[in-house]
C-alpha cells in the first residue's frame, strides 16, 4: 500500500469501503503531481490559456512556442498519466515486479479504441484511467499468484530467467486482455458514466450529488470519491472539453470555511480561538480535514456543508463553470490556478455563495451563540476523528 494511503483497521461495512477507497486513492494520490503537471501545463500554453492571453493572442493565433509546449498535453493525459495509475497499482499488489507488468497491461487498454476503430489515430485517443485502476493490480495479482506458485520450485541459477519471463508473458497477455477485452468494457462504462453526469447536469441535479459527498468526507471516504471516482471521471471529462465541474464537488472549499467561520463566531467560547488557524490551513492551505473535529463537535454541522455545497454546485452548473485539472488539495490557490480565466468571477461567486450558505446554516444550527452546549469537547471530538479516520494512525510503507 502507498504511503499516502493510512492503514484502515475494521471488519464493518465503512472499514470494507474505506479499505476499498484507500486503495483507489493509493493509486490516484501518489500520482497527482502528474495530473496537477498536466494542468498547469494546460492553463499555461494551450492556444486559449495564460500566456497566449497576457500576450493578447488569440485562440486562433497562438505563439508559436505555446504551441510546441502544448504538445505534450495530450500524451499526459492519454498515455502517461493511465500509466502511471497502472504502474502504481501493480507495485501496491506486488512490489517492482508488479509495478513493471501493471504498467505493460495498461497500455493494452489505453490503445484498446485502435484495435476496433482502425480510422482512429493517436490523436483521437482519450484517457482510460478506469481501466487503469482495473487492469494493473489485476496483472500484478496474477503475477504474484505465479511466483508464490513456483517460489522454492526453480533449480539454481534459473531465478532470473524465469522471472523475467514470466513477467513479460504475463505482462503481454494482460496488455492483450486490456486491448481486446477490457478496453471495450471500460469505455462503455465511461460512456454510461458520462451520459448519467451529463444528464445531471443537463437537469441541474448535480448539486444532489453533495448530499453523499459531503458526509463522506467527514467519514474520511473523500479520497474514495475525490480521486478514486471524481478525478478519472473529471479527466476524462476535461479532455474532451477543456475542464470538467466534477474536479470542483469534492474539493469545494467553500463549505469548510463557512462552518469554521460559524464556530469562530457562534460555537462554543473556549473553542473559537483554535478556528482562525484552522480556517487559514483549511482555505488556503486545502487541508480539509481540519475542519471535520468541529463537524463532529455538533454532527447537526453536516446539514450545513450539503447545503452550501449544494448551493455552490448549482451556481457553477449554471454558469458553466469548470476546472482544467484537478484542484489537489482543495485550495481556492489552486481553484484559482487551474480555473479557466473567464471563469474566475463566476467560480469565485460559486465559493462566496458554498460559504455564505454553509454559514448561515450553521449559524442557525449553532443557534447563533446563545448555547454554549455542544455534543462533545474539542478534544473528544479529535478522538472522535482520529476514530473515523479508520484509527489510521500507522502508515503503510510505499
Known sequence: ??????????????????????????????????????????????????????????????????????????PIIVFLIPVLIGYTGGRQVHGQRGAVVGAIATMGVVISPLAYNPKLTLGDLGPQFLGALIIGPLTALILKYWDRLVDGKLRAGFEMLVDNFSAGIIGGAMALVGLFWLGPIVVAISQAFGSVVQWLINLHLLPLAQIIIEPAKVLFLNNAIGNGVLVPLGATQAHQTGQSILFMLESDPGPGLGILLAMMLFGPRAVRPTVPAAIVVQFLGGIHEIYFPYVLMKPILIIAAILGG???????????????????????????????????????????????????????LLGFGRSEKTAMDLDEANARNAQNKGRKTAVAGA
Open 1 to 74: 500500500m502507498s504511503a499516502y494511503t493510512p492503514v484502515v483497521t475494521g471488519t464493518g461495512p465503512r472499514a470494507v469501503i474505506q479499505r476499498f477507497g484507500a486503495f483507489l486513492a493509493g493509486m490516484i494520490m501518489p500520482n497527482l503531481g502528474a495530473f496537477i503537471a498536466w494542468g498547469l501545463v494546460t492553463a499555461l500554453f494551450i492556444p486559449s490559456g495564460w500566456v497566449n492571453l497576457i500576450a493578447g493572442r488569440p485562440a486562433t493565433n497562438p505563439l508559436p512556442f505555446t504551441t510546441a509546449a502544448g504538445s505534450i498535453v495530450g
Open 310 to 364: 449544494g448551493c455552490g454546485v448549482l451556481t457553477w452548473v449554471i454558469f458553466g463553470v469548470g476546472l482544467r485539472a484537478p484542484a489537489s488539495p482543495g485550495s481556492i490557490i489552486a481553484y484559482l490556478i487551474e480555473c479557466p480565466p473567464n471563469e474566475i468571477v463566476t467560480m469565485l461567486l460559486g465559493v462566496i455563495i458554498a460559504t455564505a450558505v454553509s454559514f448561515a446554516a450553521g449559524a442557525l
